[in-house]
């Protein structure tokens, strides 16, 4: 764009806000739309930078004395304008488009009239325009594919995609682009009869309900008319496409090429909508549109979007190639799907009034997501999988000082950058989380009954978060006296405060009191965050004299104004464990009797009976207590010591997940203890599952395999490297997609680098050559791999920072001698046509650990700044963030590494006498 215009625009702006104080963003209610008739004109391909634009809008007026309509638009001209009475046809005004004024930062045109406007009367706006196709992925824009002619040599092809959300219908017609302006649309498509290889095939929101012939090769495609729904769901495109099933109702569309990898993704949307319509007593056709369609796009901002009626898929969701596509790219297929698909019913039909109530749109897509699709695929297990994908990963985010609230004050949420902050993984996954958590306090005929009846009462309109409160407390499950709680404050403290409790709990009297306190939980309590926030509490546990997880619905809650609550037991508790199936939103810190008790409980037989996800919990708050300096991180590892009677893959997902950041920081002097604690924790899994894989294996267990061959390999486990030597000597047979990066990693470890290093040379499918490359360079012969490879001036850039990042990354070890390596011939690797040198050395520097390799690094940058010209500040930035990784493996790490050395030689492992409580009093 024209930066001095763009400078012009700016001072005009800030001129603006100066003279005006806050720019108001947000349209008045004074004229509403009910209506629009869209036409959009393509040219042919070799001009295909504009489209015109015809949109009719139907209103109807609120007030008196309406002198000016104002709407939005943003990049487009306006041709003509036009202001029609709505019941006679007739013109009212021929509005003279100099008069139209624009305000670029709201991007609001308004629209002056000579005459006001009659209250409560229907007019029809009308406007000519032409717009921008753009490039952006953004309103109306193109995708481009390539495909090989009978030739064998390539052609493009170039399909026209739609993307309207947060706020880019604007790019495509004048509207009053704001998602409580509900209104209908009728969708006409001028276009070109041919593309480049097939006829041009249109699709929208709704059913194409004719064609009609303009001119030679020039045809008009007319679409149903929608049901009322929000700007930003509305969509077209128009491609080669082929289509898999009725376009009249069902149908997977994807270009012809990848047609044959549609069948998956159709089954599971042909099982997916009608599953829908069951769970929420309402049929998808009943919502008022009788078309879905999935349509696969070779460019997309997103992985999906759930614009009504015309799904866009990003390819790799709705394209499922059996050669390389397994378990976890076939989940990812269900789950989006699920995700997309529930969006019909929440966002669709019943939409939140404003951005600030987002998360009533994504915490439901995100729950069903998981739930959905698990009732679905119950093979994924993605009940349990939710708890440590969704719910442990937010938690960590909800613990620092950037969290936000799921809900914020509307006036809070104006400017497109506001706006965008609300599309933040806490809409998503605590949204998720909290509804979860709403559930299984309610019990399911309860939640899915107030579900059902706010889907219901509130079909198409716009809603806050208090219109699904009163539904849900009107399916409240009967509170007592001693079980209740102020619904009206439980739903402000989860909804509207930022952040969650962790629940404290000490025992005493001869193990028959327990005695509870909450406090915020926080990463860091001095980054600024409020310490004094508390919440409506519901509390669940278990004991070893009544060990009954099933029951998730509160005993009691721990409301906000209480400094503590007291349990008695008649009799001592061997074990106590709160939060069943960590099915509500906070941690528990357990004192140090109470921990040792629930260590025991899961070293017994079949760990006590306590379930997955609380043994996966107990593994992600205790990482968690460390992180923030509550207890030692040898407290931690110690508690580990029963994952070496574990089979099952969600509490190691919690261990590998949270045991990242602290192997990193461990030294090359350290690591054979890690090394050794690694093998001993793994030992019943990996003695289990092996480094052999079967086709009839389990999901869960695949991806088990996955996560243990990787690290124990990874961390030169010998029995690991050993076996999958022997593996892949003995036979060079293809592993299973899921596994197959993980394994021939490995194997170029051990030996196998020369095959796989084959594999990748005669490989033609891209994805599967980016995996044979990245499973090559794990090579242990770092030497021979960045000779050839790093150093090779006709390899792409992308390549050898890959290249170069596994050398160091998968054989932690090799930190130190890969950075020596590329001391020694600096001056080469950055004359080598690559300009991501500084970036690597900087990724690298990330795994530096000691005082020595720091000095190396600071001798590295003194002596040869001046090769990386301006991307030395790179080199500097990396300076500071090695002496504070180093600074904390030194004040964090002492108590861990004390305790892997000295396990290594004991015969028998107790529970730390006491944990290092650093807790602010309560």
């Given at each position: 764009?024209?930066?001095?215009?763009?400078l012009?625009?700016t001072i005009?702006?800030?001129?603006?806000?100066?003279?005006?104080?806050?720019?108001?963003?947000?349209?008045?209610?004074?004229?509403?739309?009910s209506?629009?008739?869209?036409?959009?004109?393509?040219?042919?391909?070799?001009?295909?930078?504009?489209?015109?634009?015809?949109?009719?809008i139907?209103?109807?007026?609120?007030?008196t004395?309406?002198k000016?309509i104002?709407?939005?638009k943003?990049?487009?001209?306006?041709?003509?304008?036009?202001?029609?009475?709505?019941?006679t046809?007739?013109?009212?005004e021929?509005i003279?488009?100099?008069?139209?004024?624009y305000?670029?930062?709201?991007?609001?045109?308004?629209?002056?009239?000579?005459?006001?406007?009659?209250?409560?009367?229907?007019?029809?706006?009308?406007?000519?325009y032409?717009?921008?196709?753009?490039t952006?992925m953004?309103?109306?824009?193109?995708?481009?594919?390539?495909?090989?002619?009978?030739e064998?040599k390539?052609?493009?092809?170039?399909?026209?995609?739609?993307?309207?959300?947060?706020?880019?219908?604007?790019?495509?017609?004048?509207?009053?682009?704001?998602p409580a302006?509900?209104?209908?649309?009728?969708?006409?498509?001028?276009?070109p009869?041919?593309?480049?290889?097939?006829?041009?095939?249109?699709?929208?929101?709704?059913?194409?309900?004719?064609t009609?012939?303009?001119?030679?090769?020039?045809?008009?495609?007319?679409?149903?008319?929608t049901?009322?729904?929000?700007?930003?769901l509305?969509?077209?495109?128009?491609?080669?496409?082929?289509?898999?099933?009725?376009?009249?109702?069902?149908?997977?569309?994807?270009?012809p090429?990848?047609?044959?990898?549609?069948?998956?993704?159709?089954?599971?949307?042909?099982?997916?909508?009608?599953?829908?319509?069951e769970?929420?007593?309402?049929?998808?056709?009943?919502?008022?549109?009788?078309?879905?369609?999935?349509?696969?796009?070779?460019?997309?901002?997103?992985?999906?979007?759930?614009?009504?009626?015309?799904?866009?898929?990003s390819?790799?969701?709705?394209?499922?190639?059996?050669?390389?596509?397994?378990?976890?790219?076939?989940?990812?297929?269900?789950?989006?799907?699920?995700?997309?698909?529930?969006?019909?019913?929440?966002?669709?039909?019943?939409?939140?009034?404003?951005?600030?109530?987002?998360?009533?749109?994504?915490?439901?897509?995100?729950?069903y997501?998981?739930?959905m699709?698990?009732?679905?695929?119950?093979d994924?297990?993605?009940?349990?999988?939710?708890?440590?994908?969704?719910?442990?990963?937010?938690?960590?985010?909800?613990?620092q000082?950037?969290?936000q609230?799921?809900?914020?004050p509307?006036?809070?949420?104006?400017?497109?950058?506001?706006?965008a902050?609300?599309f933040?993984?806490?809409?998503?996954?605590?949204?998720?989380?909290?509804?979860?958590?709403?559930?299984?306090?309610?019990?399911?005929?309860n939640?899915?009954?107030?579900?059902?009846?706010?889907?219901l009462?509130r079909?198409?309109?716009?809603?806050?978060?208090?219109?699904?409160?009163t539904?849900?407390?009107?399916?409240?499950?009967?509170?007592?006296?001693?079980?209740?709680?102020?619904?009206?404050?439980?739903?402000?403290?989860?909804?509207?405060q930022?952040?969650?409790?962790?629940?404290?709990?000490?025992?005493?009297?001869?193990?028959?009191?327990?005695?509870?306190?909450?406090?915020r939980f926080?990463?860091?309590?001095?980054?600024?965050?409020?310490?004094?926030?508390?919440?409506?509490?519901p509390?669940?546990?278990?004991?070893?004299?009544?060990?009954?997880?099933?029951?998730?619905?509160?005993?009691?809650?721990?409301?906000?104004?209480?400094?503590?609550?007291?349990?008695?037991?008649?009799?001592?508790?061997?074990?106590?464990?709160?939060?069943?199936?960590?099915s509500?939103?906070?941690?528990?810190?357990?004192?140090?009797?109470?921990?040792?008790?629930?260590?025991?409980?899961?070293f017994?037989?079949?760990?006590?009976?306590?379930?997955?996800?609380?043994?996966?919990?107990?593994?992600?708050?205790?990482?968690?207590f460390?992180?923030?300096?509550?207890?030692?991180?040898?407290?931690?590892f110690?508690?580990?010591?029963?994952?070496?009677?574990?089979?099952?893959?969600?509490?190691?997902?919690?261990?590998?997940?949270?045991?990242?950041?602290v192997?990193?920081?461990?030294?090359?002097?350290?690591?054979?203890d890690?090394?050794?604690?690694l093998?001993d924790?793994?030992?019943?899994?990996?003695?289990?599952?092996?480094?052999?894989w079967?086709?009839?294996?389990?999901?869960?267990?695949?991806?088990?395999?996955?996560?243990?061959?990787?690290w124990?390999c990874?961390?030169?486990?010998?029995?690991?490297?050993?076996?999958?030597?022997?593996?892949?000597?003995l036979?060079?047979?293809?592993?299973?997609?899921?596994?197959?990066?993980n394994y021939?990693c490995a194997?170029?470890?051990?030996?196998?680098?020369?095959?796989?290093m084959?594999?990748?040379?005669n490989?033609?499918?891209?994805?599967?050559?980016?995996?044979?490359?990245?499973?090559?360079?794990?090579?242990?012969?770092?030497?021979?791999?960045?000779?050839?490879?790093?150093?090779?001036?006709?390899?792409?850039?992308?390549?050898?920072t890959?290249?170069?990042?596994?050398?160091?990354?998968?054989?932690?070890?090799?930190?130190?001698?890969v950075?020596?390596?590329?001391?020694?011939?600096?001056?080469?690797?950055?004359?080598?046509?690559?300009?991501?040198?500084?970036?690597?050395?900087s990724?690298?520097?990330?795994?530096?650990?000691?005082?020595?390799?720091?000095?190396?690094?600071?001798?590295?940058?003194?002596?040869?700044?001046t090769?990386?010209?301006?991307?030395?500040?790179?080199?500097?930035?990396?300076?500071?963030?090695?002496?504070?990784?180093?600074?904390?493996g030194?004040?964090?790490?002492?108590?861990?590494?004390?305790?892997l050395?000295?396990?290594?030689?004991?015969t028998g492992?107790?529970?730390?006498?006491?944990?290092?409580?650093?807790?602010?009093?309560?």
């Amino acid at each position: 764009r024209d930066s001095k215009l763009w400078l012009l625009v700016t001072i005009a702006s800030l001129a603006l806000i100066g003279a005006c104080g806050a720019v108001n963003y947000r349209l008045d209610t004074s004229v509403i739309p009910s209506f629009y008739n869209l036409s959009i004109q393509l040219f042919d391909h070799t001009d295909n930078s504009i489209f015109d634009g015809e949109a009719t809008i139907d209103i109807k007026t609120f007030k008196t004395d309406v002198k000016q309509i104002t709407l939005h638009k943003d990049s487009l001209d306006i041709v003509a304008c036009a202001l029609h009475d709505g019941s006679t046809g007739a013109l009212v005004e021929q509005i003279d488009i100099t008069r139209l004024t624009y305000e670029s930062l709201t991007h609001q045109l308004t629209v002056p009239l000579k005459a006001a406007l009659i209250d409560q009367n229907t007019y029809t706006l009308k406007f000519k325009y032409t717009g921008k196709i753009r490039t952006d992925m953004a309103g109306l824009f193109w995708a481009n594919y390539t495909t090989l002619n009978s030739e064998k040599k390539e052609e493009n092809h170039l399909v026209l995609i739609t993307q309207m959300q947060r706020l880019n219908a604007r790019l495509v017609l004048p509207c009053f682009d704001e998602p409580a302006f509900k209104a209908k649309f009728q969708v006409h498509i001028r276009r070109p009869e041919h593309g480049f290889m097939r006829a041009y095939e249109t699709f929208s929101n709704t059913k194409r309900t004719h064609t009609t012939k303009e001119s030679e090769n020039r045809f008009t495609d007319h679409f149903e008319v929608t049901p009322p729904m929000s700007t930003y769901l509305l969509a077209f495109a128009v491609s080669e496409f082929q289509v898999r099933g009725n376009e009249s109702e069902f149908a997977v569309i994807s270009r012809p090429d990848y047609f044959y990898k549609t069948d998956f993704s159709y089954e599971v949307g042909k099982r997916m909508l009608p599953a829908y319509g069951e769970q929420f007593e309402s049929n998808y056709t009943q919502l008022g549109n009788d078309v879905l369609l999935y349509l696969s796009s070779p460019r997309f901002p997103h992985n999906g979007m759930e614009n009504w009626g015309l799904i866009i898929y990003s390819d790799d969701v709705l394209a499922m190639d059996s050669y390389s596509d397994g378990y976890n790219n076939k989940e990812y297929t269900i789950r989006i799907i699920a995700h997309e698909t529930s969006h019909m019913w929440f966002g669709n039909s019943v939409t939140f009034k404003w951005w600030s109530y987002f998360w009533l749109n994504e915490a439901f897509a995100r729950y069903y997501e998981y739930f959905m699709a698990n009732s679905l695929f119950p093979d994924y297990q993605l009940d349990q999988q939710f708890v440590v994908r969704q719910l442990q990963m937010i938690m960590v985010t909800d613990s620092q000082n950037k969290t936000q609230p799921m809900t914020s004050p509307e006036d809070s949420i104006q400017t497109p950058t506001e706006i965008a902050s609300k599309f933040s993984s806490i809409a998503y996954a605590k949204g998720a989380s909290i509804v979860r958590m709403w559930r299984n306090i309610m019990g399911g005929n309860n939640f899915y009954s107030a579900i059902n009846a706010y889907l219901l009462q509130r079909h198409l309109g716009n809603t806050v978060p208090a219109d699904l409160f009163t539904h849900l407390k009107e399916h409240w499950p009967a509170q007592s006296q001693e079980v209740k709680a102020d619904l009206d404050e439980f739903f402000y403290d989860w909804t509207e405060q930022v952040g969650y409790p962790v629940m404290i709990a000490n025992v005493s009297e001869g193990n028959r009191l327990i005695t509870l306190k909450q406090q915020r939980f926080l990463l860091n309590p001095k980054d600024g965050s409020d310490t004094k926030l508390r919440y409506t509490v519901p509390i669940t546990f278990a004991t070893n004299t009544k060990p009954t997880f099933d029951t998730l619905t509160p005993r009691f809650y721990y409301l906000r104004n209480l400094t503590e609550l007291r349990l008695n037991s008649e009799q001592p508790l061997d074990w106590i464990i709160f939060n069943l199936k960590q099915s509500n939103y906070y941690r528990v810190l357990y004192d140090t009797p109470l921990l040792r008790g629930l260590r025991n409980a899961l070293f017994a037989d079949k760990h006590s009976s306590i379930p997955v996800e609380n043994r996966a919990g107990l593994i992600d708050d205790l990482f968690n207590f460390a992180s923030a300096g509550m207890i030692d991180y040898a407290v931690v590892f110690e508690f580990m010591e029963y994952l070496s009677k574990e089979l099952e893959y969600i509490p190691f997902y919690a261990a590998f997940e949270n045991m990242q950041h602290v192997a990193k920081r461990l030294t090359p002097a350290q690591l054979p203890d890690f090394t050794r604690y690694l093998g001993d924790i793994t030992s019943a899994a990996f003695n289990k599952l092996g480094v052999d894989w079967d086709f009839m294996d389990k999901v869960l267990d695949v991806y088990n395999r996955n996560k243990l061959v990787s690290w124990l390999c990874k961390y030169q486990h010998a029995a690991c490297n050993n076996k999958v030597r022997v593996r892949f000597e003995l036979n060079k047979r293809m592993p299973t997609p899921d596994y197959r990066e993980n394994y021939y990693c490995a194997a170029s470890r051990v030996g196998g680098y020369d095959h796989v290093m084959a594999l990748y040379t005669n490989e033609t499918f891209a994805k599967e050559k980016q995996l044979l490359w990245r499973a090559a360079s794990c090579t242990r012969d770092y030497k021979m791999h960045y000779n050839n490879e790093v150093l090779n001036k006709s390899r792409d850039a992308d390549l050898k920072t890959t290249a170069l990042k596994q050398l160091y990354e998968q054989n932690p070890d090799l930190v130190t001698p890969v950075f020596q390596m590329i001391n020694e011939n600096v001056t080469q690797l950055a004359e080598s046509s690559w300009d991501k040198t500084a970036e690597a050395l900087s990724n690298l520097s990330e795994y530096f650990t000691t005082r020595d390799q720091q000095k190396m690094f600071v001798d590295f940058c003194e002596k040869n700044s001046t090769l990386f010209g301006s991307s030395a500040d790179t080199l500097k930035k990396a300076l500071v963030t090695v002496e504070s990784n180093i600074q904390w493996g030194e004040q964090r790490l002492p108590g861990l590494v004390k305790y892997l050395h000295e396990r290594n030689g004991a015969t028998g492992l107790t529970l730390a006498t006491s944990l290092l409580l650093l807790i602010a009093a309560v």
